[in-house]
């Protein structure tokens, strides 16, 4: 089975543009996460979907961020008029739908999508 | 924040086992033992979890205690592909964020 794939591997630019950064999850999946790591810091929780639903969102800032989980298709976080500060690894994680013991499924991360503002 | 507390740092000798200790001293009942590590520049990799029974994959064991305070990841024979920041979670539902904490950067020598 293929793992979580993120894309682009790299992305670069410029103050004020728009970053669109893509997720599939494993297949079978249909919980999605997104994660942030600043330069020298531990990852931070941004989102949480489910195909169609935003489950949790308490990590995304305010304003200028967004995300998605299609019915079909991957998830997209999408940050609007990018500022330095957004320069990051950003790291989507998936797992699966399960009944009943749901705590017993370890989230699957991606190798990431790191962005560069210049 | 994290519920867990792991040392900053750890050293281990190539061929050793290293045994990287958490602190989860407020867990639950119901909440699980995760440990992940990330080895620089790729996305955090899932090693081993459970809930009170000792558990053993390909990778490593992890060790709970009795109580559930606490808890040990070993490595049986440590490689230098296996140096990396190592985390210690715990959490209760799939739908559960995991939030992470500083983790034990774990140097291989050889």
């Known amino acids: 089975n293929a793992g979580v794939m993120q894309n682009p591997r790299h992305l670069v630019r410029r103050r004020g543009q728009e970053a669109r950064l893509r997720c599939s999850p494993m297949?079978?999946?249909?919980?999605v996460y997104w994660y942030r790591q600043l330069p020298e810091e531990g990852l931070k929780f941004m989102v949480y979907?489910?195909?169609?639903?935003?489950?949790?969102e308490s990590g995304m800032p305010k304003e200028r961020f967004s995300a998605e989980f299609p019915k079909e298709g991957p998830s997209i976080l999408r940050i609007q008029q990018v500022v330095r500060g957004d320069s990051a690894a950003y790291f989507c994680?998936?797992?699966?739908?399960?009944?009943?013991?749901?705590?017993?499924?370890?989230?699957?991360f991606g190798d990431g999508t790191r962005l560069s503002i210049l | 924040d994290a519920k867990t507390t792991q040392p900053p740092s750890m050293d281990c000798a190539e061929g050793r086992a290293a045994n990287l200790p958490c602190n989860h001293s407020?867990?639950?009942?119901?909440?699980?033992v995760y440990w992940y590590r990330q080895i620089h520049s790729q996305g955090p990799q899932y090693i081993i979890h459970?809930?009170?029974n000792n558990e053993t994959n390909e990778m490593a064991s992890l060790i709970i205690t009795e109580d559930r305070k606490s808890s040990t990841l070993i490595l049986p024979h440590a490689t230098l592909r296996d140096t990396a920041v190592y985390y210690c979670?715990?959490?209760?539902?799939?739908?559960?964020?995991?939030?992470f904490g500083k983790g034990t950067r774990l140097h291989i020598l050889p």
């Open positions: 979670i715990v959490r209760v539902r799939v739908g559960d964020k995991i939030i």
């Open positions: 459970g809930l009170k």
């Open positions: 407020t867990i639950s009942g119901n909440e699980y």
């Open positions: 979907l489910q195909k169609e639903n935003i489950i949790d």
């Open positions: 297949k079978g999946h249909s919980h």
């Open positions: 994680a998936s797992s699966p739908v399960v009944w009943g013991d749901s705590s017993n499924q370890p989230q699957h």
